[in-house]
């Protein structure tokens, strides 16, 4: 018996201890205005896949590589006309919080060859996002994602703080400032 309650106290203790460590989103609710209403949070710390995929040297990688930066993973493709008009707004957002700490990453998804998304960046004017390939799409199944484009908001553990459907403005007031405070928690939280 005495035995039993210790490891109920140890498992309670431990399911505590993980607990501890997710982020609060509700701290956040209040800045899900405008395009931002659309973000769902996670429901628990989700580890993302470690399926790899390519990025723009042809390497194959997985996105353990952005350990410690907080994250916006954005799964799109060249033939989809809401990616399109969303891609600029992602470059907004990486030229205003983008940093040692944070990072917008971009992942098209399916059939779109290196050159095509060369031409889609050419031609909506986009320089500095990357240009990562899922060419079989295994990277954005094991995730979840059913639809493009879907954005992801990782932290710096590599778990999914949550994620958006749609198209969004992400160089908006409303994006930049939740993001900010998102990014600012999670440094303060794996700080601690």
């Known amino acids: 018996m005495k035995f039993l309650r210790s490891l109920l106290l140890y498992t309670?203790?431990?399911?505590?201890?993980?607990?501890?460590?997710?982020?609060?989103?509700?701290?956040?609710?209040?800045?899900?205005?405008?395009?931002?209403?659309?973000?769902?949070?996670?429901?628990?710390?989700?580890?993302?896949?470690?399926?790899?995929?390519?990025?723009?040297?042809?390497?194959?990688?997985?996105?353990?590589?952005?350990?410690?930066?907080?994250?916006?993973?954005?799964?799109?493709?060249?033939?989809?006309?809401?990616?399109?008009?969303?891609?600029?707004?992602?470059?907004?957002?990486?030229?205003?919080?983008?940093?040692?700490t944070f990072e917008v990453v971009t992942i098209a998804t399916m059939r779109n060859s290196p050159k095509s998304i060369q031409s889609f960046f050419d031609k909506i004017g986009v320089q500095n996002l990357s240009q990562h390939n899922d060419p079989n799409g295994a990277l954005s199944r094991s995730m979840g994602v059913l639809g493009l484009p879907t954005t992801l908001i990782i932290s710096k553990s590599g778990d999914e703080i949550g994620r958006l459907l749609g198209d969004a403005d992400w160089g908006s007031a409303d994006a930049i400032q939740l993001l900010s405070r998102i990014k600012d928690a999670d440094h303060v939280k794996k700080d601690m």
């Open 12 to 100: 309670a203790l431990g399911l505590g201890a993980n607990t501890a460590f997710a982020m609060d989103t509700s701290q956040f609710e209040a800045l899900k205005t405008g395009d931002m209403r659309k973000l769902a949070w996670a429901k628990s710390d989700t580890p993302v896949s470690s399926v790899t995929y390519f990025d723009e040297t042809g390497q194959e990688t997985d996105l353990s590589t952005y350990r410690g930066k907080t994250v916006v993973l954005n799964f799109w493709a060249t033939w989809c006309a809401p990616c399109r008009k969303e891609m600029p707004s992602l470059s907004e957002l990486q030229n205003e919080l983008g940093n040692e």
